[in-house]
Structure formats: structure tokens, C-alpha cells
């Protein structure tokens, strides 16, 4: 390879592996767990692993799309919003459309859940694609244009519920863990895994994620490469609202129903999950295992300090303040290197 | 001189913004195998002009010709397939991709089967063919697994050229290739130039470098104020007549012969 050519090859392969972006989350994660149980022995349990993964599930969900829209130079506000109202569409097309209530219980309610998660995807694509519109064709930024549909998705799942969330059929042990003996993690999460890597590896590997890439590296080149930026956007927010809206059927599976309020606040929860993941708000830079264990850290510290006995209004602040150390770190990275 | 048929011609073209006239009847032809120079001042209408001849923008008025044939791009795609290939100006590559990415963004080659159907890429075969393409060209060629923003400018721009006349088929469109390059290396870009002439390209080479453009060019054209002003080969100017055309010290001479 053309690599022989380095005089020091050890020494750099040990610099990249050790300055590699997910080595260092990974053993921050690691760090913050040894750390939380020297507080709080108890916090080294399948509970806890149980309690830290069936969080992490549904904002990982937003994260993943975020951190496509992220890479591609812009900004997803309204996932948030499309996650609460997914819910609620979720909810209103099983219980009110089809009927079914929440006496509907265990594997009888597996029919009307998967016309609920069918629902709240096409939701989630709808307003992804409302997203598309705006920013493509109406040439508003994102940052603008997804805080509109933020506000208006947060409005219309209060609307449509009436305010208080709509109860329906659900089956509990599909977001429980499998065994609370050995294995946190539940068919849910278990579902979310499998399509945040499928997600991951289109991002990594193949065309859609290297346009990706290319748009928010620089958006004149791509075009110029024959990329269609606009069609190609347009994909990316369908994508991160039909994962949005994944999520909000994920949330409904939690809640047992489909609730306006459940989105409040939770894209900057994903933000947070992309930017400790390393992902650049200028675009162009991320990747999503930075993201899953970003996400992970940051449900890793809530739960940490919960136990710890930590007042729960300090968790917001030291995810603030994990923000803004993610952030000052990757400017500091890349100062160096301009060096 | 080893010139064939012209390969690419523009007549006519037109092309406001509002109420500016960036360009008014401009007529530009280029032979396969020829280098045409194109250079005027600032607000000349050069930008104007190459984005038209790359697809960018579509002209008010006129025509546009390929090996004879009419011909008009709803966008730079079009004219890319049609193997119409524009080097623009310091903004070509993308920084957080590698050389390799670069060379094929837009013409990425999937794996086999399934997967490839997929669009998943096949990255070894694109480094591979990257490097072999680059050196192809003339190009001295960096890691082509190496992202590009860790290059030199010089690097950039060869890598930005080898892609563009490595692909392209029938027209090279070079929009100041040589700005911010040392001595060496817009020699390096030079050489690369007249490989492009020795394929049978027509290359169209903007630039401000007036030595570079009596240098490697067959035929100049000049543009002032959004009008063709002068059409004459190289042999005809020196660096004073030249300037003095852009300038417009000297007055312009009708196309007749055009």
C-alpha cells in the first residue's frame, strides 16, 4: 500500500486507533460506568443496563437521523414534534379508526400494533417531506424551516388528541427486557438496534451515505459532481421523520398510549447524542457509532446521577456541560491539525 | 497542429440578471484537440459564459452545439453525461472525502449483485482505479485513501484537474486551474493541459495568468463588458495586445471571420 512509505508506521497506526473519535467515547462510557458504581454499587445491575437501554432506544432512533441530516450541513429541530405527533397518529388510527382499546393486550394486539408503526412512519415521512419542501424548494434554512414544522407538529398532536394522551391495544413485553436476570435489552431495543445499523451501514458504505457526505462537505462540489442536492435533501429529512416517527410509536409502546407532550424537548436530546458523538454542525464529519455511544453516554450520566442521589435538575446541566466539552474538543481537534 | 471538427459551440448567448447584461451574443467554438483561452476582466462575463458551456445556467438567447448537434442542459448532469467535464474554481472537491471519493463522486462504481443494486460502493476498486486514473493523466498522486483537506493546494488542484480530464470525453471547461499555484505546479497543470489537447479534448482554459494563457493556448477569445471582443489565434497577440484588448485600450476588432 501507499502507506509503506511512513518511516514511523507503528507509531502512527497507535495514534489513529488511539486518537480514533469512538476509542474515546467508548472509554469515557467505560469511565462514567466504573465511576457511577463506585457511587452507587447497585448502578452495576441489569436494571440499570435495562433502564439505560429502553431510554437510549427512542432517542437513539431520532440521533440516527439527526446525525444524517447533521452530516448533510443542516439541522433536524422538529423531530421532537414528529415523535409526539407519530405517537398520537399512531394511537388514533388503533383506537379510534380501528377500534381496538387498551383491553387489547399480549399477542391479540400485535395486528393493530403494526398498523400503528406502518402509521406513525408514514407520519414521520410526511413531515420529513414537509421538511424537504421547505428547505429544497422555499430555500429557508433548516434551522428555520424545521423549527416551524417543530411548532406546528407540537400543535397538531395536541390538537388532534385533544390535549391528553390516547390510550390503545399494547403487548408490554415487547419493550420489557427479555430476562431482568441476564438480558436488558428487549425485543424493541433488540428492533431499533438492528435498523440504526442497517441505517449505519448506508451511511458508511454506500452511495446515499457518500452524497451525504459530499452535500455537507461542500454542496457546490456535489452539485457540480451531477448529485441532485435537492432530491437527495429532500431523502434525508424523509428519512430522519420516518425514524422520528419510529420513535414515536417506540414512546407509544412505553406509554401504553399515544401522548402530545412525550416529544417536548427530546431533539435536543439527539442534537446532544450527534454533537458528543463528533459529528460537525458545519457538516460534512460524523459517524453513527460515534452517535449510539454518544447517546448511550448521555443516558448513562442521567441514570448515573439519579442513583447517585444527585438531584434530577443537575442532570441538565451536565449534559450542558458534555455538549459543550464534545464541542470545544472537536475545535481543539481540528486546530491542531490545521497546525 | 492536429485540430479536428469543432466538437463545441455556443452562438448567440444571452444571459441576464435582472437588469444586468452579464453576457450579449457571445459566440465561442472549440475544435477536439484545440485549447481555447478565455479571458477578460472582472464582470467580463467568463463566469456567465462557463456556466452556461458546463449546464449551470441556461441562457436567455442562443444556441449550443455538440459535435454538431443542438443540444441544451437542464442542468450540469446533462452536460457531464454528455461528457462535457468543468474544472471550477477552487471549489471542486469535497474536503472531508478522500482522493478516491472525489475522483468518483457523481460515477461511483457499486459491488456486484445484490448489494451493489443497493448502492453500496466497492471503495477498493475506486482507489485503485483512482490512483491508476490520476497517474494516467500526469498527475503525481497523493494516498488516494487520504481525505482531501489533508493536501496541499497544489495537490487539491491536481487532484481536481486528473478527475476532470479523466473523465471527460469530449470538452474540458478549466476555470482558473492555475490560481494560488506555484511556479512548479501550474506548470504541473500546464503539462496536464496539453495531455487533455494530445486525447483529442477540446479544452476551454479560463484564466487571469495571462503568460500561462500565450502558453498553452491555440486560439483566444476575449470578452469585455459581456461581448465577444476578439476570436484570433494565439499567434496573433503578445502579452501587450493582449492586455490591451481585455483592457480595451485596443479597440475590437468585428468577428467577421466568425
Excluded at chain 1, 430476562?179 to 425485543?187: C, E, F, G, I, V
Excluded at chain 2, 467568463?46 to 443542438?70: C, N, R, Y
Excluded at chain 2, 490520476?134 to 498522486?141: K, N, Q
Excluded at chain 2, 483566444?220 to 492586455?243: C, E, K, M, N, Y
Amino acid at each position: 500500500m501507499s502507506s509503506s512509505q511512513q518511516p514511523n508506521l507503528r507509531l502512527e497506526r497507535f495514534k489513529a486507533v488511539a486518537g480514533n473519535q469512538n476509542s474515546i467515547l467508548l472509554s469515557v462510557l467505560i469511565a462514567l460506568a466504573i465511576i457511577f458504581t463506585l457511587a452507587e454499587p447497585l448502578f452495576f445491575s441489569v436494571a440499570t443496563a435495562g433502564n439505560i437501554l429502553t431510554d437510549w432506544g427512542s432517542i437513539v432512533l431520532l440521533a440516527a437521523g439527526q446525525t444524517l441530516v447533521i452530516i448533510s450541513g443542516g439541522i433536524d429541530l422538529s423531530v421532537g414534534g414528529t415523535l409526539a405527533i407519530s405517537g398520537v397518529t399512531s394511537a388514533w388510527m388503533m383506537s379510534v379508526v380501528l377500534g381496538f382499546d387498551t383491553t387489547t393486550s399480549g399477542s391479540d394486539a400485535h395486528p393493530p400494533l403494526m398498523i400503528g408503526a406502518v402509521t406513525a412512519v408514514i407520519t414521520g415521512i410526511l413531515v420529513g417531506l414537509v421538511n424537504g419542501f421547505l428547505i429544497t424548494k422555499l430555500r429557508i434554512v433548516p434551522f428555520v424551516a424545521t423549527l416551524s414544522t417543530m411548532g406546528a407538529t407540537l400543535g397538531f398532536a395536541i390538537i388532534i388528541s385533544n390535549g391528553m394522551p390516547i390510550g390503545g391495544p399494547n403487548d408490554f413485553s415487547i419493550i420489557s427486557p427479555i430476562n431482568r436476570d441476564w438480558m436488558p435489552l428487549s425485543w424493541a431495543v433488540i428492533g431499533v438496534i438492528v435498523i440504526v445499523t442497517i441505517v449505519g451501514l448506508f451511511l458508511h458504505k454506500s452511495r446515499f451515505g457518500l452524497h451525504t457526505y459530499a452535500i455537507g462537505s461542500n454542496p457546490f462540489a456535489a452539485r457540480a459532481a451531477g448529485i441532485n442536492v435537492e432530491r437527495h435533501l429532500t431523502k434525508i429529512y424523509a428519512l430522519a421523520g420516518g425514524l422520528a416517527g419510529l420513535a414515536g410509536f417506540y414512546v407509544y409502546l412505553r406509554l401504553g398510549a399515544g401522548s402530545p407532550s412525550s416529544g417536548t424537548m427530546r431533539e435536543l436530546d439527539a442534537i446532544a447524542a450527534v454533537v458528543i458523538g463528533g459529528a460537525a454542525l458545519m457538516g460534512g464529519v460524523g459517524r453513527m457509532l460515534g452517535t449510539v455511544i454518544g447517546a448511550l453516554i448521555l443516558f448513562t450520566v442521567q441514570s448515573g446521577l439519579i442513583m447517585a442521589g444527585v438531584a434530577p435538575d443537575w442532570k441538565k446541566v451536565v449534559v450542558a456541560v458534555l455538549i459543550a466539552a464534545a464541542v470545544a474538543a472537536q475545535t481543539l481537534k481540528r486546530e491542531n491539525r490545521q497546525r | 497542429m492536429q485540430m479536428g471538427e469543432v466538437i463545441y459551440e455556443v452562438k448567440g448567448v444571452s444571459k441576464r440578471y435582472g437588469s444586468v447584461v452579464a453576457l450579449e451574443g457571445a459566440n465561442l467554438k472549440v475544435h477536439a484537440g484545440e485549447v481555447v483561452g478565455l479571458v477578460g476582466d472582472n464582470g467580463a462575463g467568463k463566469s456567465t459564459l462557463v456556466k452556461v458551456l458546463s449546464g449551470a445556467h441556461m441562457p436567455d438567447e442562443g444556441e449550443i452545439f455538440l459535435d454538431g448537434q443542438k443540444v441544451s442542459w437542464a442542468n450540469p448532469r446533462q452536460a457531464l453525461e454528455s461528457g462535457i467535464e468543468t474544472l471550477y474554481q477552487d471549489s471542486g472537491l469535497a474536503p472531508h472525502l478522500t482522493v478516491s471519493k472525489n475522483v468518483f463522486l457523481g460515477r461511483e462504481i457499486t459491488k456486484p449483485g445484490i448489494l451493489g443494486k443497493l448502492g453500496f460502493l466497492d471503495s477498493k476498486a475506486m482507489e485503485e482505479k483512482a490512483h491508476a486514473d490520476l497517474e494516467r493523466v500526469g498527475i503525481a498522486v497523493p494516498a488516494s485513501n487520504r481525505p482531501v483537506n489533508q493536501l496541499s493546494g497544489g495537490q487539491k488542484q491536481a487532484v481536481a484537474i486528473g478527475r476532470a480530464v479523466a473523465w471527460a470525453r469530449k470538452v474540458i471547461i478549466l476555470d482558473e486551474p492555475t490560481n494560488h499555484l506555484g511556479a512548479r505546479q501550474a506548470g504541473e497543470v500546464l503539462q496536464v493541459i496539453k495531455e487533455a489537447k494530445r486525447k483529442g479534448l477540446g479544452v476551454i482554459f479560463i484564466s487571469h495568468t495571462l503568460p500561462h494563457v500565450l502558453e498553452v493556448t491555440d486560439r483566444i477569445v476575449v470578452l469585455r463588458l459581456g461581448r465577444v471582443v476578439r476570436d484570433a489565434p494565439t499567434s496573433q497577440f503578445t502579452g501587450d495586445t493582449l492586455v490591451g484588448t481585455i483592457t480595451g485600450t485596443i479597440q475590437a476588432i468585428p468577428e467577421d471571420e466568425v
